[in-house]
Structures are given as C-alpha cells and as structure tokens.
C-alpha cells in the first residue's frame, strides 16, 4: 500500500473512531486481511463477517443488559475492548477462549439461583461475527442497524478475559434486580399523618 493511500486510508477511518490500526487489527482475524482492507478502502460502510478465535471471541449480549455491563466495566473496572452493537444486540470484544470458558462460569455462578443474567452468546473457535464497517453508514441510523460504540484503535487492543465479563455480568444483574432487606409494604395498611401533631 502507498504512502498516500495509507493516509486516505488512516484519515477515513478517523472520522468514526476506527483507526487503520484498528482495521489491520480486525482485518487480521479473518484469512485474507488484505483482501478486507481493500473492501474497506473501496466500501468502508460495508460491514464483514469476520471469524472468531485467533484475534478475538464476541460475546453477544442483549442490549439493554448489555449497556448495564459496560456501565459496570467502564465505571467500576478496567473498561472494555471493542463494542459494537448489531441487530439490537451488544458485541463485545473478548480475549481468545473467553467464549469456550465463560458459560462454565456463568454456570457456576447462576448454580441455584434464577436466572437475572440473560443468555449470553458466546462466539470463539469455529465462530463468526459481523463486524459494522468502520465508517457509519450514510443513511439514518435504525435501531437494528450495526455501528461501533468503542471502536477499535490500535492493532493489539486489550480484550476483556471470561473472568472480567463475570464480573460485569453479575455486577448489571445485582444492578437490575433490587433486593430490599424489608418486607413489601401492606396495600391496605392506614397511614396517619402525624407531623400536624403538637
């Protein structure tokens, strides 16, 4: 690639967040990288499907949970890989054999409770995943289109392990769920306003 075609490249990829080391990086994941980077200078709104395991796991979350997860990864934890949000679900970007191992430990922690964490997709080895493109469409954005909410910017980005999205599964589920030491209060129970007492 040219020096002046690198830099188109790169000042593309900028306007949205995506970096060209952040399309390296995902390009990289699939067999033919160069392939994908000349599909992206050429249609950088195109999405692509990409396979999961060498570079990356996903981890499919619904999107409202999965919001709750990233407030929890961001606020109170380390932060997170990528994220991008497709058919109103939230993928997020996970270090390779996250998706071999987190089931097991959500098993583990979910043993004999009920279920406040929804099913989570977990894609790895033998996966794929579409990938939005690195430049937003430049129709209106739908509530089901893909888009990157952290996109990718460097070519070795750090990936969340299966320990940390534990962590920030069980932490937006405690989050959801509001547990009150005191009884419900009693509908029919007479209250009596006292502060007009002297």
């Not at 493109?133 to 952290?150: E, H």
Request: with cysteine.
């Amino acid at each position: 690639m040219s020096d002046t075609r690198s830099e188109l490249f790169s000042d593309r990829f900028d306007v949205c967040g995506v970096t060209a080391d952040g399309a390296a990086w995902l390009a990289s994941a699939g067999t033919y990288p160069r392939s994908t980077l000349a599909l992206w200078e050429d249609r950088p709104d195109a999405p692509v499907v990409l396979p999961c395991g060498p570079a990356f796991d996903v981890v499919s979350v619904p999107a409202v949970f999965g919001r709750r997860m990233l407030d929890r990864l961001w606020d109170d934890g380390p932060g997170s890989g990528p994220v991008a949000v497709f058919r109103g679900r939230m993928l997020l970007f996970a270090a390779p054999g996250t998706a071999h191992r987190l089931p097991s430990l959500l098993r583990w922690e979910e043993c004999g409770r009920t279920g406040a964490i929804p099913p989570l997709l977990c894609h790895g080895n033998g996966d794929a995943v579409t990938v939005p493109a690195p430049l937003p469409t430049r129709a209106a954005p739908t509530p089901l289109g893909s888009r990157w909410l952290v996109a990718p910017d460097t070519r070795h980005p750090w990936l969340p392990g299966p320990e940390i999205l534990l962590w920030a599964a069980v932490r937006a589920a405690r989050a959801a769920v509001r547990i009150s030491i005191f009884p419900p209060a009693d509908q029919d129970a007479k209250v009596y306003d006292v502060s007009r007492r002297r």
